[in-house]
């Protein structure tokens, strides 16, 4: 009795998995939808002029960026932290009724908190700041759910058995934190409705800052949205899911705390790169260059952890494709946060700002990073919580090289884009007019956005194939034995 | 010493927390107080000019478009005079806009008339040949809430001490008063009069028919806050 294993209980993480999958394919289709509307404005009334207004490239634009940062990634990361929690901290969400119920509420209030962003979004409610569109009711309902989660995170790590925290547990310990800060900071919002005695809309809202500091509270946030929810919490994954899936150690201990505690510091800084040139203070500006610059040593620090812990072991990228996706996650997080203090240096971001650069810059992160890593983790969980083996390897290796392809066509066109259109803006004729007329900039950038609707298109139809290998990996897999669980995952052709 | 603190979760979340907001404690906090103050000739926001900022942001005009000028002479012999901070100190939320699939307007009002925009919305690719902007014909139908845009003047000017009913000075040295409605009634009647001004300068007979019957479409309202906006 006292020998058996731990039966870890799955229930919640598999409802954020199914999520995960849902939200995945919801806020990409958008993605893709919106990606044709600017190559081919006619998509924009392609279900008919009647509900234009909510198909139109303005109104799907937060829905996607939302649908894929708060629905996918969030889904995803909380799904991982349902199972990794239990497992690194030894002890199962079956030994306490009061956190399993705390996880379904987690989820159930999360999935509501998802379906009013939905509606409300399509009806124009929005308070027009990036990945903080929702009205306050919705803030106040996701502060809830974060409350929740946060009582799942802290009340599992209570009863742990385990008593040292693994390192993915620092990262989703700081991914609640630093969301809990920054989203209460950049929300402070009033609502009219009560502060003008009952009038009005009763969703509108009023931001508590005004212009320069607005925006400078605004990108705070939203530079360190990504961090926390694009970066930290996905470190979390890959410190827990790569490891584990090749059956090696970590490769250093003392660089996976440098990284961590490196990122905690430097990453706050650098929100004033979104910023240069504008009307914030100067010194800001010069923070946030320098500070995205410094900010390569803990990125990487983390990246070439992972890719050392494949030190002679390198087959395994040729034989499994859940490792080609974990490896060519890690290299496109460098790739990313590489490029990222390269556009933050003044004078390249004097070019890169406002353009597709910046797009592609996000787009090779998320796809190639945290897309990869959200679909990896939720593979190799998939036989341990269905019993099962993965249904086709085939499928999984087929789906690796088509979304490769399709990120690189993403990047590589929105580069392009990117620059040809910030070198046109500044372009000036012998006589010092300006060389072009703004549609000229718009005109010129045709082909790229047809090849990245196109870039788009592949990933998404990977996106598919991979909700379809998990569909029939819980219908159709091999049954399997507790043993051949402990580290490559199992696999069907 | 991180073995340690690796077994105590309490005093390791307190650790990460503090380590996270240093960088904003030092960067937000000291220059919070005196970023905002206006220029000479930043007025706050009339009831149509609101109301044309709220159909703005629902339709996330933001998006595609920015409000802010760089100091570089290609941006100033395209948009105008590079932005000020004053400029923006009525501007809950502000609306830079991170990316210009569009031009920015930041002084769109300088060099756009009532007439082109309404064209322009109908129809852009009309207008500008190989736009792609879509058409927002549903602008010219919609009517505008001015309720709205009443509830949120009296919160900023209750809560934030936006100076409505208060002179300011404009550039010629001249004062202006932007009054502030006592009524969501006055509200409606104030912008209706600004309405009729616009929708003067509108060809569309089912607007100018609209703002007959004492309705305000959304399209009329918007032109108004992209007029204003110099």
Known sequence: ????????????????????????????????????ELAFPSVNTIFGSGVAEYTNFSRLRPLHTDAVAFGFTLSGIFATWYYVGQRVLKVSMAES????????????????????????????????????????????????????????????????????????????????????????????????????????????????????????????YGHNAVAFVFTVPIIAMIYYFLPKESGQAVYSYKLSLLSFWGLMFVYLWAGGHHLLYSTVPDWMQTMGSVFSVILILPSWGSA??????????????????????????????????LEGPIQAIKSVNAIAHFTDWIVGHVHDGVLGWVGFMVMASIYHMAPRVFKREIYSKGIMNAQFWIQTLGVVLYFSSMWIAGITQGMMWRAHDEFGNLAYSFIDTVTVLHPYYTIRAVGGLLYLTGVFMWAYNIYKTMTAGRVVEETELKNASPMGA | MFHWLEKRPFLFAVGVFLVIAFAGLIEILPDFGKASRPVVGTKPYSVLELTGRQ???????????????????????????????????????????????????MRVGNYRSTDWHEH????????????????????FKNTADTETAFAEMVTVANVFGVPYNKPIPMPDGSK??????????????????????????????DVKDMVAQGKIPEIVALIAYLNSLK
């Open chain 2, 120 to 139: 322009h919305m109908k129809n852009p690719a009309e207008v500008v040949p190989g736009s792609i902007m879509p058409g927002y014909p549903w602008m």
């Open chain 1, 1 to 36: 009795m006292e020998n058996r294993p731990l039966e870890y209980d799955y229930t919640v993480a598999k409802m954020f998995m199914f999520a995960a999958i849902v939200l995945g394919i919801v806020g990409m289709t958008i993605g893709v939808i919106i990606a044709f």
């Open chain 2, 176 to 205: 202006e008063v932007v009054k502030l409605p006592s009524s969501p009634e006055e509200a409606h009647k104030m912008a209706l009069e600004e309405a009729k001004k616009v929708a003067a300068d509108m060809k569309d007979q």
């Open chain 1, 304 to 337: 070439i952890n992972m890719l050392l812990t494949m030190k002679g072991e390198w087959q395994q990228v040729a034989n499994s494709p859940l490792i080609k996706f974990m490896v060519l996650g890690s290299t496109f997080y460098m790739f990313s946060t």
């Open chain 1, 97 to 220: 009724k009061f956190l399993m119920m705390i996880g379904k509420l987690h989820f159930w209030l999360y999935i509501i908190g998802v379906a009013a962003v939905v509606v409300s979004l399509f009806m124009g409610y929005t308070t027009s700041k990036e990945y903080a569109e929702f009205e306050w009711p919705i803030d106040i309902a996701i502060v809830v759910v974060w409350v929740l989660w946060g009582i799942s995170i802290f009340g599992l790590i209570g009863i742990r058995r385990e008593k040292s925290l693994y390192i993915s547990v620092w990262y989703y310990i700081a991914t609640f934190l630093g969301v809990a800060m920054l989203y209460l900071f950049n929300n402070m919002e009033v609502p009219t409705y009560f502060a003008s005695g009952g009038h009005g809309d009763i969703m509108h809202s009023v931001s508590m800052y005004a212009g320069t500091n607005d925006a400078l509270v605004q990108w705070w």
């Open chain 2, 55 to 105: 159909v703005y942001i629902k339709n996330s005009c933001n998006a595609c478009h920015s409000q802010l000028i760089r100091p570089f002479k290609a941006e100033t012999d395209r948009y105008g005079h590079y932005s000020l901070s004053g400029e923006y100190a009525y501007d809950r939320p502000f609306l830079w806009g991170s990316k210009r699939t569009g031009p920015d307007l």
